[in-house]
């Protein structure tokens, strides 16, 4: 089993930048493909971005493409979601999801019953 827990969200103005981390404890990271989510109030749990084992094979939403860069450091057991020119819409609750991958390095998952471990989440607010 693996831990996740974010860090990183706050309170930024329309245009700024953040970082959020996933730390990630219990067994060896690298041998978990990842992925970023968030939920918004009123609305359902969506996908934001996913990496494969290998920080090569990324993929993501079409809403935050261009803005925001998924990555990870297996040495560290961390992933990141590096997110710039933030909107208000990317007001959301932001977790980060995890999940065993023994076969490829390359594939990745970007739906939310793919993924059998979570974070807590940690609160994103854009203000204009």
């Known amino acids: 089993q693996v831990q996740l827990e974010e860090s990183g969200g706050g309170l930024v103005q329309d245009g700024g930048s953040l970082r959020l981390s996933c730390a990630a404890s219990?067994?060896?990271?690298?041998?978990?493909?990842m992925g970023w989510f968030r939920q918004a109030p009123g609305k359902e749990r969506a996908f934001v971005a996913a990496i494969g084992r290998s920080v090569a094979f990324t993929y993501y939403a079409d809403s935050v493409k261009g803005r925001f860069t998924i990555s990870r450091d297996n040495a560290k057991n961390m992933g990141y979601l590096q997110m710039n020119s933030l909107k208000r819409a990317d007001t959301a609750l932001y977790y980060c999801a995890a999940r065993a991958e023994y076969f490829s390095a390359s594939r990745l998952y970007i739906k939310q019953e793919d993924y059998d471990y979570w974070g807590q989440g940690t609160q994103v607010t854009v203000s204009s």
């Open positions: 219990g067994r060896s990271f690298s041998t978990y493909a």
